[in-house]
T-cell receptor, first 112, second 114 residues
Framework: DQQVKQNSPSLSVQEGRISILNCDYT??????FLWYKKYPAEGPTFLIS?????DKNEDGRFTVFLNKSAKHLSLHIVPSQPGDSAVYFC???????????FGAGTTVTVRA | SAVISQKPSRDICQRGTSLTIQCQVD?????MFWYRQQPGQSLTLIAT?????????ESGFVIDKFPISRPNLTFSTLTVSNMSPEDSSIYLC???????????FGPGTRLTVT
């Protein structure tokens, strides 16, 4: 049973524009959410996280928004750059367990 | 963060054989995990590597197939035993280095079983 879902397998965006990646979860016990970026032949790289006590967290070009009532989060990348082309994974965990549940990933392609 | 290395980075193995993957971290860590990413799939947790005791396995994974050791706070091994082509995956170790939510991943080991 997939507890974290990324329903868009791919996203294509022009350089300089905004990339919006979406993620939904079903487990109401999840209270930490993380985004990872993965290049081919490399391990996932941690990007940004958000606790359920917040609805927004910003770090440079990356902003994560959390809507607890909808069990939905999104990652905004502004402006998008060619180096952002990668697979992005949404992950979630509960506060009493460090195990992560991952979404299926969204492949982002930034066009010049 | 932490610097995490894995050996080997990739291997091609024959069915029926076993491969041991090493994970080394440059600092003491709170927790270590092993994940698998099958082709075209997401990451799936195999087990939590517990220091000095038996690993804790997730549903669908068993010790006979994926024995894990963690002799100290910076090192762990995962063995993929009696391999079949279905074991062809990227195997990743990850660590937690503080009480924060972040979990850091090694570069992965790409295993192909023929």
């Amino acid at each position: 049973d997939q507890q974290v879902k990324q329903n868009s397998p791919s996203l294509s965006v022009q350089e300089g524009r905004i990339s919006i990646l979406n993620c939904d979860y079903t487990n109401s016990m999840f209270d930490y959410f993380l985004w990872y970026k993965k290049y081919p032949a490399e391990g996932p790289t941690f990007l940004i996280s958000i606790s359920s006590i917040k609805d927004k967290n910003e770090d440079g070009r990356f902003t994560v928004f959390l809507n607890k009532s909808a069990k939905h989060l999104s990652l905004h990348i502004v402006p998008s750059q060619p180096g952002d082309s990668a697979v992005y994974f949404c992950a979630a965990r509960s506060s009493n367990d460090y195990k992560l549940s991952f979404g299926a990933g969204t492949t982002v392609t930034v066009r010049a | 963060s932490a610097v995490i290395s894995q050996k080997p980075s990739r291997d091609i193995c024959q069915r029926g054989t076993s491969l041991t993957i090493q994970c080394q971290v440059d600092s003491q860590v709170t927790m270590m995990f092993w994940y698998r990413q099958q082709p075209g799939q997401s990451l799936t947790l195999i087990a939590t590597a517990n220091q000095g005791s038996e690993a804790t396995y997730e549903s669908g994974f068993v010790i006979d197939k994926f024995p894990i050791s963690r002799p100290n706070l910076t090192f762990s091994t995962l063995t993929v035993s009696n391999m079949s082509p279905e074991d062809s995956s990227i195997y990743l170790c990850s660590v937690v280095i503080s009480t924060g939510p972040e979990q850091y991943f090694g570069p992965g080991t790409r295993l192909t079983v023929t």
